[in-house]
Nanobody, 127 residues
């Protein structure tokens, strides 16, 4: 069992930065792949980034490559999403998710493969 709590969202101007934090509790966090998704009003939940259980491999949707960075601190049971050069198109509710083993990198963009979800944090980018 893994419980996830996101924080760090807010209102920022275009070009600005935010760092989202996902605090996890539960004994299986260290073996879980972690992902960030986002959902804008009227849209489906979409993949943003993922990191494997060891932190050695990261994956991004093309639209955020070079701007966003996902990382994890296993000692703190925390996953981060550093977001730079934000644009209004990044406005959405951002969700943290955990995928219990077994997991494969091909599964990371698929929200149905994740076992646990946080409550989400709102990110609003003004133009």
């Amino acid at each position: 069992q893994v419980q996830l709590v996101e924080s760090g969202g807010g209102l920022v101007q275009a070009g600005g930065s935010l760092r989202l934090t996902c605090a996890a509790s539960g004994r299986t966090f260290s073996s879980s792949a972690m992902g960030w998704f986002r959902q804008a009003p009227g849209n489906e939940r979409k993949f943003v980034a993922a990191i494997n259980w060891s932190g050695g491999n990261t994956y991004y949707v093309d639209s955020v490559k070079g701007r966003f960075t996902i990382s994890r601190d296993s000692a703190k049971n925390t996953v981060y999403l550093q977001m730079n050069s934000l644009t209004p198109e990044d406005t959405a509710v951002y969700y943290c998710a955990a995928m219990s083993p077994p997991h494969h990198s091909a599964w990371y963009p698929d929200p149905t493969k994740y076992n646990y979800w946080g409550q989400g944090t709102q990110v609003t980018v003004s133009s």
